[in-house]
């Protein structure tokens, strides 16, 4: 249990004062509770003294009414601070799982699913946010609540007191076991609802190919599965808890039945006033009413600390180096030299060698699974180089932090993301202070402003997660749009110009060139025209490259001579 509770306090972080004053509030809450005891005191004295005024009467009804109302500001005041620290420390969680994300190599990403991450973020974390404060206040108060009022009963009659002390101690035994033995089961549960969620928003996700193939109603066998695995991960902690839960229900029953006897016996016997009795009676009952409290917490702690050892695995993610500094280069010309990358035991690149000149085109040419893409992320350090090095401005990109590196790139993907936010919030995603004047000023030149403004609430208009609202060719100009707003001086364009309607094809000729007026740009194209613009041209085939102009590659490259006649044929041909 001690375990458990530092894992809490320790996973909280700035948060845990929060906690500590949660515990405090709920400590002097049940101080109040002794105003209640104090009532029901002075309501038996006057009866066993006979006395008839209504002094004690008044006497109680003040008692009581101080002991509700500091009980419910008390309990108030905890409240929101149990809710606080736990809303904030899973909250900070899923911000340091993001931000460890943007260090993770992105080839982690192609070797392993979602599962664990999506369903750390999600249900995992609600646990910790809806139950870990709460079930660590409600517990070290539940105890430090059963204590204060021991000590009452043993200030009534020690016999009592002993009798309580003991049936507490066994309680707390059985409640011991349970808590150990749940840690095996714990664990898989919390892994099942992670797995989960992962399967049903995998499901969601590909609704659409679902209903292509008319699968619609026949189910999922790994979605299936993962319900199962969840209903009986869940079924056999309640299968663990419910018999002790009835073991702890009849060990109360009888101690409090023994209480009564006792107490029953020591007044017969003239050893204790009717008054004294029956007040170590109640009390005694409140003191099973609060371990009760502390036993259920118990078992919910379990689950709570099973879900912060899931939540911390993620710091077992692998990150790039950070060794890295702040670096603003004078010349942003790039060098790769000697470079081979594999994505495990498949070679892409095998000791290549290129200058990219500052302030010129490169175009990356080449079959599918050439390394064309694979080359230009290496650039941004989406992965880092086996062997070998790429320099910008004469510094090895490693020696950058991400975020300096970063600041010097930007990337226009074929497959682009959106977000699920006001269209103006997209295009500013990579500069978050620009003005709404910037915003327009860069979707004019990315030839998006009069399809904006056609929408009905123009740059404030929500669009769907991943852009789903959006056609292809338009959520491309936003993306444009975002790079010519963050102005880096190197531009990767990754097949950007894909999705483009013809009939917007000379507009965006247009904002690509005042995108890369002056810039060092890398493009991976197919596009004749692009192609044969280039300054320089880089074929790749099987781990190498060739480079040079189109003319002279026309001359030695059979493989690029060859994608050229491919090319002309394509674009010549007609229905």
Not at 38 to 50: M, N, P, Q, R, S
Not at 258 to 263: D, G, P, R, V
Not at 299 to 322: F, G, H, Q, Y
Not at 357 to 386: H, Q
């Amino acid at each position: 249990m001690l375990e458990a509770i530092k894992k809490i306090i320790v996973f909280s972080g700035q948060e845990k004062t929060k906690i500590y004053r949660a515990i405090v509030i709920s400590f002097f809450k049940s101080l109040f509770s002794m105003f209640r005891m104090a009532a029901i005191y002075f309501v038996l004295l006057a009866f066993e003294e006979g006395n008839t005024t209504m002094k004690p009467a008044w006497t109680a009804l003040a008692l009581l009414g101080v002991s509700i109302l500091g009980q419910f500001i008390l309990k108030m005041v905890a409240d929101l601070q149990a809710v606080h620290a736990g809303y904030f420390m899973s909250a900070f969680k899923r911000l340091e799982i993001a931000e460890r994300l943007k260090k993770v190599p992105m080839g982690y990403f192609n070797d392993n699913n979602l599962d664990q991450i999506t369903g750390t973020a999600t249900t995992v974390l609600d646990v910790v946010e809806n139950q870990g404060a709460n079930v660590l206040v409600l517990i070290l108060s539940g105890l430090m609540n059963s204590v204060v009022f021991l000590i009452c009963v043993l200030c009534f009659d020690w016999r009592l007191g002993l009798i309580e002390l003991a049936g507490l101690t066994i309680y707390m035994l059985i409640t011991s076991s349970m808590e150990k033995k749940s840690r095996s089961l714990s664990p898989v549960r919390q892994k099942n609802e992670a797995a989960l969620v992962s399967k049903v928003l995998e499901s969601l996700q590909g609704m659409s190919v679902i209903k292509s193939f008319n699968l619609t109603g026949k189910g999922d066998e790994t979605l299936k599965k993962a319900i199962d695995d969840n209903r009986d991960s869940n079924m056999a902690l309640e299968r663990l808890f419910i018999p002790y839960g009835e073991i702890q229900g009849v060990v109360l029953g009888a101690f409090k039945a023994l209480l009564l006897l006792t107490a029953v016996v020591l007044f017969i016997t003239g050893n204790m006033t009717i008054t004294y009795a029956l007040m170590a009676v109640i009390i005694s009952f409140q003191v099973f009413a609060d371990i009760e409290q502390t036993g259920a917490g118990l078992t919910v702690l379990r689950v709570v600390s099973s879900s912060i050892e899931e939540a911390e695995k993620v710091n077992l993610l692998p990150v790039m180096d950070e060794n890295g500094k702040e670096f603003v280069p004078e010349d942003h010309g790039i060098s790769i030299g000697h470079v081979s990358f594999s994505y495990g035991d498949n070679e892409i690149l095998n000791d290549v060698s290129l200058e990219i000149p500052e302030n010129t085109m490169t175009a990356f040419v080449g079959s599918s699974g050439a390394g064309k893409t694979t080359l230009a992320m290496l650039i941004a350090r989406f992965w880092d180089v086996n062997k070998g090095s790429i320099s910008i401005g004469g510094r090895d990109v490693r020696d950058y932090t991400l975020e300096s590196l970063m600041s010097q790139i930007s990337v226009v993907f074929q497959n682009v993301y959106l977000f699920a936010d006001t269209i103006e919030n997209n295009i500013k995603f990579g500069m978050s202070d620009a003005s709404h004047e910037q915003v327009v000023a860069a979707a004019k030149k990315a030839c998006c402003h009069d399809f904006i403004m056609s929408l009905p609430d123009g740059y404030s208009t929500v669009i769907g997660e991943g852009g789903a609202t959006l056609s292809g060719g338009e959520k491309q100009r936003i993306s444009i749009a975002r790079a010519i707003l963050k102005d880096a001086p190197i531009i990767i364009l990754d097949e950007a110009t894909a999705n483009v309607d013809p009939e917007n094809e000379d507009k965006l000729t247009a904002a690509f060139d005042a995108l890369t007026e002056n810039k060092t740009v890398i493009m991976i194209a197919h596009r004749l025209k692009t192609i044969r613009n280039a300054d320089k041209i880089v074929v790749l085939d099987s781990g190498s490259l060739s480079s040079g102009t189109h003319d002279e590659l026309m001359k030695t490259s059979p493989r690029y001579s060859n994608f050229i006649r491919l090319r002309e044929e394509a674009a010549n041909w007609k229905m």
